[in-house]
């Protein structure tokens, strides 16, 4: 069941390199051969055929889980620890994984929602936690030929599970090691979150080519001008950041001597190319869940006005097709499919959804409908236009509005919600408008905190707007023009427009950024960054623009500590006053 071709890659390093470095993070790190010999007394302990889920942080625990599985013919569930509790308890057991692999320093707090038996939790560092020797497998099974499962957002109000292919798999490796010739030489990041497809793509050919797989530290993963200075530091040559992340990269000075050769990107449009200054390629790709990761890929040119999503990568199939899945002509706008081994072997346990998502070929082999328009450019480029339904794209996660509002509406004092995406670039964010129940009064903070026990950080909406009603149509449906109009306006949800005096220049100069930065008229002094609608993101992008005019250097950590005006203000006062 397991990918063979990486997995012996992997072994043969720890077998002729047992000390070179696999995995480093926060300069501890973990040699091939301790790699292997963890994953393998981890393994001894596993069932056959049987999913294993990898409840685990950023770095070796995840690579332990995942290989150990392999190694006992079973495929893997990447699950991350930072997901709220219910989450995970809803993935585990809709997607009937077998044992839980985690930390003791996750399992602590994680206890009270890791399933008991016959679900085993093991430490993939230490030892078992639980007593016993090989755990049998369950009844159900899964797909023939699953490497791993990764749940995305559901349309449904759930999150799906999606069995991908262990061929699949493969040919990412293959395809990604050939083109942008990694070797046991190069030094590669970890930054997406486990929980994240891209992590795959980040972890496995980086290993099976016998290379340093580095974890970026939390926090500069959002923060370019900080991820600048560390993948320099660091001696990175090839890395993975979302497109956001990848432009502000792109805007940086850079100096000619940097190890860093490729920036891979992808989640998001891009919006313009590289100066040809960079030391280093960027790589624009697009793919799904659904197909393992990468489907096109290109490499930027300086001096593009539109960046393409490039061309398919080899042993995959694309089409452009209209509403009945007949080609359309180049240039013709159409829904874009997917074929070839990557695509993945369905959702689980989602019969309908499986069928209505994965279609049949002219040539009799799976196709997934991907639900976005593109068109196929002269030179055989593919162009991304947009969506074919509601489904969004924030910060490079995919997000289904449907499961927020479902998970909104499930509050007992909400009676409606409707989510929607609001701003381009860096500046999109998720924005929810709720109508209380009857009689019920809605405070926004206690709305938030009830929704961050649901959804994962990246489905909590930026903004949340109480309203005694939605807005409709003259056909009765939701006039969702209206809303996102609205925030503009003078009915921006409960927010009072220049709270607190802004007397101090400093403050005054930052609320300013800030209001520029979100798209408001004012700021008061005392009002959050993070609560007006503010995220990591344009966090980063806020500190940036402060260095630029104070000439200061802060964190995200400090951002998060004190995200009023007038703390900011105080921050950066303290800085300037501090000797140089």
């Known amino acids: 069941m397991h990918p063979s071709g990486a997995t012996q890659a992997v072994l043969a390093t720890a077998r002729r390199r047992p000390s070179a470095v696999a995995v480093e993070a926060d300069g501890h790190e973990v040699t091939y051969g301790d790699l292997v010999a963890r994953a ?14 990898v409840v685990a942080p950023r770095g070796a625990a995840t690579v332990v889980g995942a290989l150990a599985a392999w190694r006992a013919g079973s495929a893997y569930l990447p699950v991350d620890p930072a997901y ?39 430490d993939p560092l230490g030892d078992l936690v639980s007593a016993g020797g090989r755990i049998p497998a369950p009844g159900a099974g899964l797909p023939e030929g699953t490497a791993y499962v990764v749940y ?26 050939r083109t942008f010739g990694l070797s046991a030489t190069d030094r590669t990041t970890l930054l997406a979150s486990p929980g994240f497809d891209a992590s795959v793509w980040e972890i496995w050919p980086a290993l099976a080519a016998g290379a340093s797989l580095v974890v970026v530290p939390e926090e500069v993963r959002a923060d370019a001008r900080a991820l600048r200075g560390w993948l320099i530091d660091a001696g990175i040559t090839v890395s993975f950041v979302p497109t956001v992340v990848a ?47 990468v489907t096109t890929s290109t490499v930027v040119e300086p001096g593009t006005l539109v960046p393409s999503i490039g061309t398919p990568i080899e042993g995959t199939v694309v089409e452009v097709v209209d509403d009945d899945l007949q080609p359309v002509p180049d240039g013709t706008p159409g829904e874009l499919l997917v074929g070839g081994v990557a695509v993945a072997l369905g959702y689980l346990g989602q019969p309908a959804q499986t069928a209505e998502r994965f279609v049949t070929g002219p040539d009799g082999a799976p196709r997934y409908r991907t639900g976005d328009l593109v068109r196929r450019r002269h030179d055989s480029s593919l162009e991304y236009l947009g969506r074919l339904d509601d489904q969004l794209s924030i910060r490079g996660f995919r997000i289904e509005p449907g499961e927020v509002v479902a998970a909104l509406e499930r509050l007992p004092r909400v009676a409606a919600a409707v989510v929607a995406g609001d701003g381009q670039g860096s500046a999109r964010r998720l924005v929810a408008w709720v ?41 009765g449906k939701v006039d969702r023009d209206m809303l996102l109009a609205s925030l503009s306006g003078p009915a921006r949800g409960a927010r009072v427009p220049g709270d607190g005096p802004l007397a101090d220049p400093t403050a005054a100069v930052i609320a300013s950024v800030v209001a520029d930065l979100l798209g408001l008229d004012s700021v008061g002094a005392d009002e959050d960054f993070f609560l007006l609608g503010g995220h990591s993101m344009l966090g980063a992008e806020l500190l940036g623009r402060l260095e630029d005019l104070f000439g200061v250097e802060m964190s995200l950590r400090a951002l998060f500590d004190a995200p009023t005006v007038a703390e900011i203000a105080a921050s950066v006062n303290a800085a300037c006053s501090a000797p140089a």
């Not at 001597?257 to 590289?274: E, F, I, K, M």
Request: aromatic share 2%; proline share 10%; net charge negative.
């Open 40 to 53: 393998d007394r981890l393994a001894a302990k596993l069932p056959s055929g049987a999913l294993i889920a």
């Open 84 to 122: 709220p509790g219910e989450r995970i308890a809803w993935m585990l057991q809709d997607s009937g994984a077998a044992v839980v692999c985690t930390t003791a320093e996750v399992h602590g707090p994680l206890g009270a929602v890791l399933p008991a038996a016959p679900a085993a939790v093991i």
């Open 152 to 177: 995305t957002s559901g349309s449904t109000g759930r999150p799906k599970g999606v069995a991908v292919g262990a061929a699949g798999l493969e040919q990412l490796v293959t395809w990604h090691n």
């Open 247 to 293: 432009e502000g990269l792109a805007a940086l000075p850079w100096p000619a001597s940097t190890a860093l050769r490729t920036v891979l990107t992808g989640g998001d449009r891009l919006g313009a190319a590289p100066p040809a200054s960079l030391p280093w390629q960027l790589v624009n790709n697009y793919g799904v869940s659904e197909a393992t990761v």
């Open 435 to 475: 109508v209380p129940a009857s009689g019920e009064a809605l405070e926004v903070d206690d709305v938030r905190q009830a929704i961050e026990r649901q959804l994962p950080a990246s489905m909590v909406p930026s903004l949340i707007v109480p309203l005694e009603a939605l807005p409709t149509t003259t056909h």
